[in-house]
Every structure is written in structure tokens, then in C-alpha cells.
């Protein structure tokens, strides 16, 4: 079974970055659409981006454009999260999740639409 296992998380200051990184465990991924959620305290989770299995095709919520950048590496093996300029309002729990046959345009899929998830991993944007 594929699993996804999520790394790079951490405590940083406003203004500071930080890159997620989520890998594949137990199989390959090379035809899923992989994206990023998280979840605030009290919150529900929401999207943050998402990536199409070629790697050429990404999208990202209004409160992250020009902040995060979704990439995938050319071996398949990773898909990471830059994130800069992060602000209090990032802090949550950050899921890596992936799914055959998603499209990511006009926009990323919402949560029920992804079958494989991530145990999350903490973000704290903080001074």
C-alpha cells in the first residue's frame, strides 16, 4: 500500500521559510496529482496547493500565491513545499496528500477528493 510520509517541519520566525517534503512509501507515484493541506486549531482542513503528475501543473490558495512554490523532483521522488514570508497565520498542521487521476486546474481538488494522506506535520510560525 502507498503511503506517504511527510518531513521538514518546524518552528520559525515571521518572515522566515521552511520546505516540507513529502515521499512515497510501499510503491511509486509517478500518475498521481499530489497536493498540500493544512489545518489550523478549530479549523477545517483547506487546501494550499497542488501539483499534476507531470509536474507541470500546479495551483495554490489565494493566501499562499507568490509565497509557496510546489515543485516535484525529476526522479519522482519527492514533492516539496518552499515556503517563505510565512506569517502567524500559517500555523497549522500540514498534510502531503495524492490521488490518481486528479486534475489540479482550475484548482485543486478538495479534501474528500484525495483518498491518500499524510499523517501531517507541525508548522509554527512564531517569534
Known amino acids: 500500500q502507498l503511503l506517504l510520509v511527510e518531513s521538514g517541519g518546524g518552528l520559525v520566525q515571521p518572515g522566515g521559510s521552511l520546505r516540507l517534503s513529502c515521499a512515497p512509501s510501499?510503491?511509486?507515484?509517478?500518475?498521481?496529482?499530489v497536493g498540500w493541506f493544512h489545518q489550523a486549531p478549530g479549523k477545517e482542513r483547506e487546501v494550499v496547493s497542488c501539483?499534476?503528475?507531470?509536474?507541470?501543473?500546479?495551483n495554490y490558495a489565494d493566501s499562499v500565491k507568490g509565497r509557496f512554490t510546489i515543485s516535484r523532483d525529476i526522479a519522482g521522488k519527492t514533492v516539496d513545499l518552499q515556503m517563505t514570508s510565512l506569517k502567524p497565520e500559517d500555523t497549522a498542521v500540514y498534510y502531503c496528500?495524492?490521488?490518481?487521476?486528479?486534475?489540479?486546474?482550475?484548482?485543486?481538488?478538495?479534501?474528500?477528493?484525495?483518498?491518500?494522506w499524510g499523517q501531517g506535520i507541525q508548522v509554527t510560525v512564531s517569534s
Open positions: 510501499g510503491g511509486a507515484w509517478n500518475y498521481h496529482a
Open positions: 501539483i499534476s503528475s507531470s509536474g507541470r501543473s500546479a
Open positions: 496528500v495524492a490521488d490518481l487521476g486528479l486534475v489540479v486546474q482550475p484548482m485543486c481538488a478538495g479534501p474528500r477528493d484525495w483518498r491518500l
